[in-house]
C-alpha cells in the first residue's frame, strides 16, 4: 500500500489548511486511515482516524477544529484542519491500518504545517 498526501503550508493563527491523501496498491489490505502528527524531539502522535464505515476518532487538542472524512470509492483520507493554531505546527503523515493487525502499518511521506502567531 502506498500512500500520497498534498496539501500542508504555511498558514497565520486562524487559518485554515486541508489534506487530502490517496491510497493505492493492495488496499484491500486497508481499514482505518488517519492522520498523524510530529514535532522535533517528540513522538508521533494521533491527530484523527476513521474507520471504513465511517467512525472517527479525534486528539483532544484538535476536537471542533480538525474534521477528518474519507471516499473510499476513491481512497481518500481528507483531514481540513480550521482554527489553527501555532501548537498545530507539525509533520504531518497520512497513515492507514493494516486490515489484520489493527496496526497502523502504512506511511505517507510527511508534510510540513507552519502556523505562525
Known amino acids: 500500500v502506498q500512500l500520497q498526501a498534498s496539501g500542508g503550508g504555511l498558514v497565520q493563527t486562524g487559518g485554515s489548511l486541508r489534506f487530502s491523501c490517496v491510497a493505492s496498491?493492495?488496499?484491500?489490505?486497508?481499514?482505518?486511515m488517519g492522520w498523524f502528527r510530529q514535532t522535533p524531539g517528540n513522538e508521533r502522535e494521533l491527530v484523527a482516524t476513521?474507520?471504513?464505515?465511517?467512525?472517527?476518532n479525534y486528539a483532544d487538542s484538535v476536537k471542533g477544529r480538525f474534521t477528518i472524512s474519507r471516499n473510499n470509492a476513491a481512497d481518500t483520507v481528507y483531514l481540513q484542519m480550521n482554527s489553527l493554531e501555532p501548537e498545530d505546527t507539525a509533520v504531518y503523515y497520512c497513515?492507514?491500518?493494516?486490515?489484520?493487525?489493527?496496526?497502523?502499518?502504512?506511511w505517507g511521506q510527511g508534510t510540513q504545517v507552519t502556523v505562525s502567531s
Open positions: 476513521i474507520s471504513r464505515p465511517g467512525s472517527t
Open positions: 497513515a492507514a491500518e493494516q486490515w489484520t493487525t489493527r496496526k497502523y502499518e502504512y
Open positions: 496498491g493492495r488496499i484491500f489490505n486497508v481499514a482505518g
